[in-house]
């Protein structure tokens, strides 16, 4: 417990989530804020009754710095009495850098809007073609020609009821679906639209890699009955031949057998092992979105979530491309993609994947860091993630209940001269 709240209170700094922290003593109005200045509670409205785990959420307002923002109260209690009450101010803002950049290659809008007052207060960057805080709900529909009377009057209802919605409807001459999906209980709203065609796009682009997919695997089928009749006629045709003639043949079929079971012992190798790579980020992305369903009022562990969600999915994505790339592999073409990234990602996207199957073996998994000089490397951060995870899952894997599993990535001085790319 601090004992001294209002020095804790000026201690405070603001950073990219929270802009402001204030504290107002119980019974009184009025208190002190970390910038200084004196914190009046009656300023803030938090009559549309929001919660978030239990504690009350203003109406969204413009803050001294011009940018919307919600406050959340926090009682302070001491000896089972009320002693004081935090008042947090979080941004909007800060939001943004939980949503993707885009939808449907950015063909799709997305607002976040307040309940209560059915005011824009964010667009996400790369989405749409008009600033947050110039519209309202109301100014949305009105822009894009939603103006049916017994439409309107049952989405004005869902948003008083805090209910989802999507409906179907033309925009700029296209058929769209819109969205409205509450948030925090009720009192946020994801809403915006995404053109019908652009969803059947996504459709077909999926419907055409399986269409490649089922292709390879019938070519790949009867050039092996080809191969397979080819090889009967030529046998038959040794048959024919002299004795001498036949051995040598013979000798030549051995040889070719050899290297086809090579080649199949190699594809069956390749894919034993991605099987193993896919499942371990797969059991991560499910793990956590069954803590995200759990967690789903938890904005904080909600933006936790699903930055490792993101981070297993794209692991995973770079493992099912290496699939899709087995011709390379064959022809012995791979090529490793030079690009520049940072090992704070790295190291995050191991950790996303491999702490909850330690975890499900009540292992301690231990992650350090040490003498790193640069933030930013280039190499193929695909292939350094699936080494790591590789020896890592192993690591897991026979480490026995409890155990503890050590992950070190040390800088050693330079021993040789660096490498250039061109």
Same mark, same amino acid.
């Given at each position: 417990?601090?004992?001294?709240?209002?020095?804790?209170?000026?201690?405070?700094?603001?950073?990219?989530?929270?802009?402001?922290?204030?504290?107002?003593?119980?019974?009184?109005?009025?208190?002190?804020?970390?910038?200084?200045?004196?914190?009046?509670?009656?300023?803030? #409205?938090?009559?549309?009754?929001?919660?978030? #785990?239990?504690? %009350?959420?203003?109406?969204?307002?413009?803050?001294?710095?011009?940018?919307?923002?919600?406050?959340?109260?926090?009682?302070?209690?001491?000896?089972?009495?009320?002693?004081?009450?935090?008042?947090?101010?979080?941004?909007? #803002?800060?939001?943004?850098?939980?949503?993707?950049?885009?939808?449907?290659?950015?063909?799709?809008?997305?607002?976040?809007?307040?309940?209560?007052?059915?005011?824009?207060?964010?667009?996400?960057?790369?989405?749409?073609?008009?600033?947050?805080?110039?519209?309202?709900?109301?100014?949305?529909?009105?822009?894009?020609?939603?103006?049916?009377?017994?439409?309107?009057?049952?989405?004005? %209802?869902?948003?008083?009821?805090?209910?989802?919605?999507?409906?179907?409807?033309?925009?700029?001459?296209?058929?769209? &679906?819109?969205?409205?999906?509450?948030?925090?209980?009720?009192?946020?709203?994801?809403?915006?639209?995404?053109?019908?065609?652009?969803?059947?796009?996504?459709?077909?682009?999926?419907?055409?890699?399986?269409?490649?997919?089922?292709?390879?695997?019938?070519?790949?089928?009867?050039?092996?009955? &080809?191969?397979?009749?080819?090889?009967?006629?030529?046998?038959?045709?040794?048959?024919?031949?002299?004795?001498?003639?036949?051995?040598?043949?013979?000798?030549?079929?051995?040889?070719?057998?050899?290297?086809?079971?090579?080649?199949?012992?190699?594809?069956?190798?390749?894919?034993?092992?991605?099987?193993?790579?896919?499942?371990?980020?797969?059991?991560?992305?499910?793990?956590?979105?069954?803590?995200? %369903?759990?967690?789903?009022?938890?904005?904080?562990?909600?933006? !936790?979530?699903?930055?490792?969600?993101?981070?297993?999915?794209?692991?995973?994505? =770079?493992?099912?491309? #290496?699939?899709?790339?087995?011709?390379?592999?064959?022809? =012995?073409?791979?090529?490793?993609?030079?690009?520049?990234?940072?090992?704070?990602?790295?190291?995050?996207?191991?950790?996303?994947?491999?702490?909850?199957?330690?975890?499900?073996?009540?292992?301690?998994?231990?992650? !350090?860091?040490?003498?790193?000089?640069? %933030?930013?490397?280039?190499?193929? !951060?695909?292939?350094?993630?699936?080494?790591?995870?590789? &020896?890592?899952?192993?690591?897991?894997?026979?480490?026995?209940?409890?155990?503890?599993?050590?992950?070190?990535?040390?800088?050693?001085?330079?021993?040789?001269?660096?490498?250039?790319?061109?």
């Amino acid at each position: 417990m601090v004992e001294n709240k209002e020095e804790y209170i000026r201690s405070c700094e603001k950073n990219r989530t929270m802009a402001k922290l204030s504290l107002v003593r119980a019974g009184k109005t009025k208190g002190i804020s970390n910038t200084g200045g004196v914190f009046d509670a009656q300023e803030l #409205d938090f009559s549309a009754g929001g919660t978030i #785990d239990g504690l %009350e959420v203003s109406e969204s307002y413009v803050n001294y710095m011009g940018t919307w923002a919600y406050t959340i109260k926090c009682p302070v209690i001491q000896e089972g009495r009320r002693e004081a009450s935090f008042y947090i101010e979080y941004v909007y #803002d800060s939001l943004d850098d939980s949503l993707p950049n885009s939808f449907y290659n950015g063909k799709a809008m997305l607002y976040i809007m307040d309940a209560k007052s059915e005011r824009l207060v964010l667009k996400p960057k790369g989405m749409g073609e008009r600033s947050a805080g110039h519209l309202n709900l109301e100014d949305f529909f009105r822009a894009n020609d939603i103006l049916e009377k017994d439409l309107l009057v049952e989405v004005f %209802e869902s948003v008083r009821t805090g209910k989802n919605m999507m409906f179907y409807h033309d925009i700029r001459g296209k058929s769209s &679906l819109i969205y409205m999906w509450s948030v925090n209980g009720g009192t946020l709203y994801l809403i915006g639209y995404v053109p019908v065609e652009a969803i059947q796009q996504e459709g077909r682009t999926v419907n055409q890699n399986i269409f490649i997919v089922v292709t390879v695997m019938l070519v790949a089928f009867f050039l092996c009955c &080809l191969l397979y009749y080819l090889n009967q006629r030529q046998q038959n045709k040794i048959r024919m031949e002299r004795e001498k003639e036949r051995e040598i043949h013979n000798r030549q079929l051995a040889e070719a057998l050899q290297a086809a079971q090579a080649a199949s012992n190699s594809k069956t190798m390749f894919l034993s092992n991605m099987s193993h790579d896919i499942r371990t980020p797969m059991n991560a992305v499910l793990g956590f979105a069954a803590l995200l %369903e759990k967690d789903a009022e938890n904005s904080e562990k909600v933006r !936790e979530y699903t930055k490792k969600i993101m981070s297993s999915g794209q692991h995973l994505l =770079g493992l099912i491309n #290496d699939i899709l790339d087995v011709s390379k592999i064959e022809s =012995g073409k791979v090529v490793l993609a030079i690009e520049e990234f940072t090992l704070n990602d790295l190291v995050s996207s191991v950790d996303a994947i491999i702490s909850p199957m330690a975890a499900a073996k009540e292992q301690a998994f231990h992650v !350090e860091v040490t003498n790193i000089a640069h %933030e930013y490397l280039l190499g193929d !951060e695909t292939r350094i993630n699936q080494i790591l995870i590789n &020896l890592l899952s192993n690591a897991v894997k026979y480490t026995q209940n409890g155990g503890n599993i050590w992950f070190r990535i040390i800088g050693l001085k330079q021993r040789s001269s660096p490498m250039s790319f061109s």
